[in-house]
């Protein structure tokens, strides 16, 4: 609890919206962005951020890019679906291993796993991508969750569900 205080606190000195609870390295999970209250305003409604330089986003590319995410996301979706009718076949068949050698049941165990860990991973992506789509709708696409600058637009465009600008990741990577 005394965590939560904490980061409460440091989100009010900087003027953060909300605080970004991490689950585990890499993965950020909030309904909302700790993007800088200074940074929300400076967005105009339909207008997306780009770093110094670059073109401003047109309205093509933005639905460019929603279209990518938005297929993403269906694609993802009938992943984790065939991935949990994967799972559902292999609990099924795996019974109680009975008339199985030692290698059978490992194999079994081994495919169950990898099965589990595909689906996990498309969840955790699936989750990402809406979040992008959210992010998108809200006008705070390609702002990074954790500085409040602007992530970049090529960089949102190689990587569409990017939350973070290439020097918070850096520091992000360096720490883990």
Not at 88 to 115: C, F, P, W, Y
Not at 122 to 145: H, N, P
Not at 159 to 165: D, H, I, M, N
Request: charged share 30%; proline share 5%; net charge negative.
């Amino acid at each position: 609890m005394a965590k939560k205080a904490g980061a409460a606190d440091a989100a009010e000195q900087t003027g953060a919206t909300t605080v970004v609870a991490k689950k585990t390295p890499g993965t950020a999970t909030a309904a909302q962005t700790a993007v800088p209250k200074a940074r929300i305003a400076a967005v105009e409604p339909g207008e997306l951020a780009v770093r110094p330089g670059e073109d401003p986003w047109t309205p093509d590319e933005v639905e460019e890019a929603r279209a990518g995410l938005q297929s993403e996301a269906t694609r993802l979706s009938d992943e984790i679906t065939a991935s949990e009718e994967a799972l559902v076949g292999l609990m099924r068949d795996s019974g109680d291993g009975a008339g199985d050698d030692q290698a059978d049941t490992g194999t079994k165990n081994i495919t169950r796993e990898h099965e589990m860990a595909l689906a996990a991973n498309a969840r955790e992506m699936l989750i990402q991508t809406e979040r992008a789509l959210d992010r998108l709708d809200a006008g705070t696409y390609g702002l990074c969750e954790n500085c409040g600058n602007p992530i970049g637009k090529a960089r949102m465009q190689a990587f569409p569900r990017a939350t973070l600008c290439v020097e918070c990741k850096q520091k992000q990577e360096r720490r883990y």
